[in-house]
């Protein structure tokens, strides 16, 4: 596997880069939901619709938590952009030998330091925004039955209404993680309320 090997000039690079590229390309962004950060570490799973993913959570990280970011992504995915682990991506290889390994290195970024954020994409593949429900690979629910973040949904949308350029839509709400929900069920159960709530805000 590949491991984040977190540099400072890159950090610097990625925070300024994500902060101008998002202010740039979109319209209006408005985030909404459980903001607070604490001082635990820091689990997010997200939908994954889109290349910006990504950079959307590393926007949310850099204007509300402000922790170090790591990132699980495919291994052939990072292969292809190794600089992104200097800003703190690592890598996994789905249903292959080294995967326990990665699972490993993901409950030591939640367990060793408070100021650790692991952005993961439960799903473990891209699915279009218009996707009702997310089927959740087993990973994530593995990773919290032996770690205790706070955890946080993260539901993205992105629409364009009546203007040329797109505006961002960022959901966020807590999960109650005691075990009675299903993490995969709390998600979509969440994820179909950002859309119905969403789908009424057309006023921009």
């Not at 202010?23 to 910006?52: M, Y």
């Not at 218009?130 to 949308?157: C, D, I, W």
Request: proline share 4%; with cysteine; glycine share 4%.
């Amino acid at each position: 596997m590949i491991k984040a090997s977190h540099h400072p000039v890159y950090i610097w690079f990625f925070r300024h880069f994500t902060n101008f590229l998002v202010r740039l390309k979109f319209k209006k962004i408005f985030i909404e939901g459980d903001t607070a950060a604490d001082n635990s570490p820091l689990l997010v799973i997200n939908n994954h619709f889109s290349w910006w993913d990504g950079f959307f959570i590393n926007y949310l990280n850099n204007k509300l938590w402000k922790k170090k970011f790591h990132v699980m992504m495919l291994e052939e995915e990072l292969e292809k952009r190794r600089f992104l682990a200097r800003g703190g991506a690592f890598s996994i290889r789905r249903n292959h030998s080294s995967t326990p390994a990665s699972f490993i290195y993901a409950k030591k970024i939640l367990e060793n330091s408070s100021n650790n954020l692991l952005l993961m994409y439960p799903q473990g593949k891209l699915q279009a925004q218009a996707t009702r429900y997310l089927e959740f690979e087993p990973g994530v629910e593995r990773l919290l039955q032996k770690t205790n973040p706070t955890v946080k949904m993260v539901v993205t949308l992105i629409d364009y209404f009546g203007n040329p350029k797109p505006s961002l839509w960022l959901y966020i709400k807590n999960l109650n993680s005691d075990g009675t929900i299903p993490t995969e069920k709390a998600f979509n159960d969440f994820m179909n309320e950002c859309i119905d709530h969403h789908n009424k805000n057309t006023d921009l």
